[in-house]
């Protein structure tokens, strides 16, 4: 997805794509990027690894709508995002 390349160039910073990236709407889900593994897996609670670190997802009802070449999106209520690297 060119959204994520063009948000980083425009901060000047260098894109890492070993990172899991990502977007979350407001109460309705999120897109991850550069996700390699899932780790765990609940309607509470997500866990993807890039190469590089990885995320864990906290929410409601939360469940896998798409995961394919290293994109993922989560449905349900996010209500945490966090870093674990």
């Known amino acids: 997805m060119r959204l994520f390349s063009e948000i980083i160039k425009a901060f000047g910073k ?3 794509s070993s990172r899991v990236q990502y977007t ?3 109460g309705g889900g999120g897109y991850f990027q550069n996700v390699k593994k899932i780790l765990e897996f609940s309607e509470n609670a ?3 690894s890039g190469r590089r670190g990885a ?3 906290e929410g409601e009802g939360l469940s896998l ?3 394919y070449l290293g994109d993922a999106v989560v449905r349900g209520r996010i209500l945490r995002v966090e870093r674990c690297d």
Do not use: M
């Open 14 to 16: 260098e894109e890492d």
């Open 24 to 26: 979350v709407l407001d």
């Open 65 to 67: 709508g798409k995961y």
């Open 55 to 57: 995320v864990r997802i």
């Open 46 to 48: 997500i866990v993807f």
